[in-house]
Nanobody
Framework: QVHVEESGGGLVQAGGSLRLSCAAS????????ILWHRQAPGKERELVGD???????NYVASVKGRFTISRDNAKNTVYLQMNSLKSEDTAIYYC??????????WGKGILVTVSS
């Protein structure tokens, strides 16, 4: 059974930092690409960035230079380091595991609130 869980969210002031974690079990983690999405209040879910199974990260323009995605395959965990946070980064953040065989598994999401 596959289990995906985000952690590390919370309330932070604008300009501050948070690190989210996404831990997975029951899956061939090292062969999977991992994606981070977010959904702000009243908006559609959007992609934040991803990291390939080889460890290459990609980011959308709005977070590039502020967010960093990394992975630790030994711990079956991916991290989203968020720096210089802005109020517009307030959202529920979701982790998506995209397996080598094209299956997707989502976490339940975790709330990040940035106060201005």
């Amino acid at each position: 059974q596959v289990h995906v869980e985000e952690s590390g969210g919370g309330l932070v002031q604008a300009g501050g930092s948070l690190r989210l974690s996404c831990a997975a079990s029951g899956i061939a983690f090292s062969n999977a690409a991992i994606l981070w999405h977010r959904q702000a209040p009243g908006k559609e879910r959007e992609l934040v960035g991803d990291i390939s199974r080889l460890g290459t990260p990609n980011y959308v323009a709005s977070v590039k230079g502020r967010f960093t995605i990394s992975r630790d395959n030994a711990k079956n965990t991916v991290y989203l380091q968020m720096n210089s946070l802005k109020s517009e980064d307030t959202a529920i953040y979701y982790c998506r595991i995209h397996t080598y065989y094209g299956l997707d598994y989502w976490g339940k999401g975790i709330l990040v609130t940035v106060s201005s």
